[in-house]
């Protein structure tokens, strides 16, 4: 453990020295600052574990230094010392960021000791939780990137596609509506090719409903729906092989879960389809224990997946963010292994 005592007297640093040394188990090296300036100098060369800083410093205080140490963000916690009676500055030193304060006539090895173990450990505590709120805030804002790029996605299909269809039926019938009312002429557009229309409508709607959740998911379950996706994948690509081997339960599988194994499986193909070509391919979905794990693996081209995670634009072409995001969301850990001539391996894991 590194410390650093900020202390104008060397009786007490002596003091504080000989006190370390008497406690078991543990080993410190102490450093000693004895003037403010050179405790500035100190902690911008070197990483300190834990301040143990005096209020008396000569011409400026303890309290400046503190002040200091927030502004610069140091993460490292800080003990107060001070003499009887120092109340008032006891409560500013709080006030201002300090993680405790000690009484120079009440320490014992055991008191500094628990002191400082109970400190180092909440500032350890209270890093963990600031970088998880920054995590999660970071995380719930591409989500919401990813949702608002989601609706722009349907937002154009239905526009493009299923609308320009809906114009074009309303435009038959509004043609072979207008002949019939004059003077009973007949239509000028075939009915079958409004029927054609209306068919190419039906299926676009489904497209685009499948798009946004696969209705066997919820109707056959998640066994039928990777099962229905690897089938339907090889009559596109049919050139390579695909080993499905789902040797778990449908009642295994938390609900929302389902859709998360579905959308990586689904991802991770996508990506065997655009930059792989591989011949073969593994899809195992399996329970070992209280854990779920999906694997899928491809004999492919493989890559540098530190090359690929690093560039935004092979992250976002290849999807290594929303598959990294969803398997985040649902509490799980998402591996990627991958070699470039040596194939690729995408593993997910989550506890149930």
């Given at each position: 453990?590194?410390?650093?005592?900020?202390?104008?007297?060397?009786?007490?640093?002596?003091i504080?020295?000989?006190?370390?040394?008497?406690?078991?188990?543990?080993?410190?090296?102490?450093?000693?600052?004895?003037?403010?300036?050179?405790?500035?100098?100190?902690?911008?060369?070197?990483?300190?574990d834990?301040?143990?800083?005096?209020?008396?410093?000569?011409?400026?205080?303890?309290?400046?230094?503190?002040?200091?140490?927030?502004?610069r963000?140091?993460?490292?916690?800080?003990?107060?010392?001070?003499?009887?009676?120092?109340?008032?500055?006891?409560?500013?030193?709080?006030?201002?960021?300090a993680?405790?304060?000690?009484?120079?006539?009440?320490?014992?090895?055991?008191?500094?000791?628990?002191?400082?173990?109970?400190?180092?450990?909440?500032?350890?505590?209270?890093?963990?939780?600031?970088?998880?709120?920054?995590?999660?805030?970071?995380?719930?804002?591409?989500?919401?990137?990813?949702?608002?790029?989601?609706?722009?996605?349907v937002?154009?299909?239905?526009?493009?596609?299923?609308?320009?269809?809906?114009?074009?039926?309303?435009?038959?019938?509004?043609?072979?509506?207008s002949?019939?009312?004059?003077?009973?002429?007949?239509?000028?557009?075939?009915?079958?090719?409004?029927?054609?229309?209306?068919?190419?409508?039906?299926?676009?709607?489904?497209?685009?409903?499948?798009?946004?959740?696969?209705?066997?998911?919820?109707?056959?379950?998640?066994?039928?729906?990777?099962?229905?996706?690897?089938?339907?994948?090889?009559?596109?690509?049919?050139?390579?092989?695909?080993?499905?081997q789902?040797?778990?339960?449908?009642?295994?599988i938390?609900?929302?879960?389902?859709?998360?194994?579905?959308?990586?499986?689904?991802?991770?193909?996508?990506?065997?389809?655009?930059?792989?070509?591989?011949?073969?391919?593994?899809?195992?979905?399996?329970?070992?224990?209280?854990?779920?794990?999906?694997?899928?693996?491809?004999?492919?081209?493989?890559?540098?997946?530190?090359?690929?995670?690093?560039?935004?634009?092979?992250?976002?072409?290849?999807?290594?963010?929303?598959?990294?995001?969803?398997?985040?969301?649902?509490?799980?850990?998402?591996?990627?292994?991958?070699?470039?001539?040596?194939?690729?391996?995408?593993?997910?894991?989550?506890?149930?």
């Amino acid at each position: 453990m590194k410390i650093l005592l900020v202390e104008d007297d060397e009786d007490d640093y002596v003091i504080l020295r000989k006190m370390l040394s008497q406690i078991p188990g543990r080993t410190y090296d102490l450093e000693w600052a004895s003037e403010f300036e050179k405790a500035l100098l100190k902690t911008s060369q070197t990483d300190y574990d834990l301040f143990l800083v005096d209020y008396r410093l000569g011409i400026q205080n303890g309290l400046e230094l503190l002040r200091v140490f927030q502004d610069r963000g140091y993460p490292a916690p800080v003990i107060f010392l001070t003499g009887r009676g120092d109340y008032e500055i006891d409560v500013q030193a709080m006030k201002g960021g300090a993680s405790d304060y000690l009484e120079k006539g009440d320490l014992n090895p055991t008191l500094l000791e628990r002191s400082m173990r109970y400190n180092i450990e909440r500032a350890r505590t209270l890093q963990t939780l600031r970088e998880s709120e920054q995590k999660l805030r970071k995380l719930s804002a591409k989500v919401l990137n990813a949702q608002e790029n989601e609706r722009k996605i349907v937002a154009r299909e239905i526009h493009d596609g299923l609308g320009s269809t809906l114009t074009a039926i309303r435009f038959a019938l509004e043609q072979n509506l207008s002949a019939a009312a004059s003077d009973g002429k007949s239509a000028t557009i075939p009915l079958g090719q409004i029927v054609d229309m209306v068919r190419q409508a039906i299926g676009e709607s489904q497209r685009i409903s499948t798009s946004l959740r696969p209705p066997v998911l919820d109707v056959l379950g998640l066994i039928q729906a990777l099962s229905s996706l690897s089938r339907e994948w090889t009559e596109i690509y049919s050139d390579i092989r695909i080993d499905k081997q789902l040797e778990v339960r449908e009642g295994d599988i938390p609900e929302p879960l389902k859709i998360v194994i579905y959308r990586i499986a689904q991802e991770s193909l996508n990506n065997i389809s655009k930059h792989s070509r591989a011949g073969n391919v593994i899809l195992r979905l399996t329970k070992t224990g209280a854990q779920i794990e999906l694997m899928i693996k491809d004999d492919g081209l493989g890559f540098d997946v530190d090359e690929v995670v690093l560039s935004k634009t092979s992250r976002g072409g290849m999807g290594l963010g929303g598959m990294q995001e969803r398997a985040d969301l649902s509490n799980g850990i998402l591996e990627i292994l991958s070699e470039k001539g040596k194939g690729t391996v995408v593993r997910a894991y989550w506890p149930t």
